[in-house]
């Protein structure tokens, strides 16, 4: 199986500030069709999780520009800028280029 | 709008089998592929498997030889039975559509928490 290894665990930001979010797999993400299925979620609190960004940098839809996705084969981030309240929660990457489909272990936002 | 709701116990005994059903709005499940995924207490998800438009399914290894995956096209729903559960069963378990083109899973149900005790 892919791991995919998160970091921070947790991590505490101002309104306004800028986080970043690492995440790693133990395997090239690059499909045979030359894809990165690499995509990212958040969970707010008591909701669903939520799709973010798919395909390592591609926004979903209504999803805000302040949210960046990039990386390549096995190292990827996620940035989040200007950061509001709303974007409390845990994020997740993941992974669909090889079955069985994988989970980072989520990393906590909080808000100062 | 593409909209998924699980339904099914909130508790079930050890040995027992758990049922759930996904009924779908909003879209077809004759297309795309729609899955389910776990959630532990604590931050953990899983995924345990999906079936897609065609109706063939994939399955998580981990779990492969206690799942079954199904679904009733007439009633646009899927449905997950996991087999023979114990305590470490006890999650949050949503459905979800997955997509192949973005690879993700695009749109969730509210999810329904599962209990495994006796």
């Known amino acids: 199986d892919v791991v995919m290894t998160q970091t921070p665990v947790s991590m505490s930001v101002s309104l306004g500030g800028q986080v970043s979010i690492s995440c790693r797999s133990s395997q090239s993400l690059v499909h045979n069709n030359g894809n990165t299925y690499l995509s990212w979620y958040i969970q707010k609190p008591s909701q669903s999780p939520q799709l973010l960004i798919y395909?390592?940098?591609n926004r979903f839809s209504g999803i805000s520009d302040r949210f960046s996705g990039s990386g390549s084969g096995t190292d990827f981030t996620l940035k989040i800028s200007r950061v509001e309240p709303d974007d409390l929660g845990v994020y997740y990457c993941g992974q669909g280029t090889q079955y069985p489909l994988t989970f980072g272990s989520g990393t906590k936002l909080e808000i100062k | 709008e593409v909209q998924l709701q699980e339904s099914g116990p909130g508790l079930v005994k050890p040995s027992q089998s758990l049922s759930l059903t996904c009924s779908v709005t909003g879209y077809s499940i004759t297309s795309n592929y729609w899955g389910w995924i776990r959630k532990f207490p604590g931050n953990k998800m899983e995924w345990i498997g999906h079936i897609s438009y065609s109706g063939s399914t994939s399955y998580n290894p981990s779990l492969k030889s206690r799942i079954s995956i199904t679904r009733d096209t007439s009633k646009n729903q899927f449905f997950l039975q996991l087999n023979s559960v114990t305590t470490e069963d006890t999650a949050t378990y949503y459905c979800?559509?997955?997509?192949?083109?973005?690879?993700?899973?695009?749109?969730w149900g509210q999810g329904v928490m599962v209990t495994v005790s006796s």
């Open positions: 395909k390592v940098s």
């Open positions: 979800a559509r997955y997509y192949g083109y973005t690879g993700g899973f695009d749109y």
